[in-house]
Nanobody
Framework: QVQLVESGGGLVQAGGSLRLSCAASGRASSSYTTAWFRQAPGKERVIVAD???????GYADVVKGRFTISRDNSKNTVYLQMNTLKPEDTAVYFC????????????WGQGTQVTVSS
């Protein structure tokens, strides 16, 4: 079992930066894939970035070059550094862990709100 707790959301002006944290407990985060998703009001939840147990990373096209996912194994924490934020990045951001062979994630955090003002 993996428990995930997100933090770091908030209100920021367009062009600003935020760093989200996803602290995991119950199992070493370096042993599974962790991803960040986001869900804007009235829209579906979509993946933003992921990092595999080997450290390989992937990004949605809309955030490439602006967001960076990383992991600190000593803290069992995955981060999402978000730079050059845009109003359309406004959403609830969720951390998810342990990806199945079908591409589904088993464990989810409670989410953290990110609001970017124009």
């Amino acid at each position: 079992q993996v428990q995930l707790v997100e933090s770091g959301g908030g209100l920021v002006q367009a062009g600003g930066s935020l760093r989200l944290s996803c602290a995991a407990s119950g199992r070493a985060s370096s042993s599974y894939t962790t991803a960040w998703f986001r869900q804007a009001p009235g829209k579906e939840r979509v993946i933003v970035a992921d990092i595999t147990s080997s450290g390989f990373t992937g990004y949605a096209d809309v955030v490439k070059g602006r967001f960076t996912i990383s992991r600190d194994n000593s803290k069992n924490t995955v981060y999402l550094q978000m730079n050059t934020l845009k109003p359309e990045d406004t959403a609830v951001y969720f951390c998810a862990a342990v990806r199945t062979s079908q591409g589904k994630y088993i464990h989810w955090g409670q989410g953290t709100q990110v609001t970017v003002s124009s």
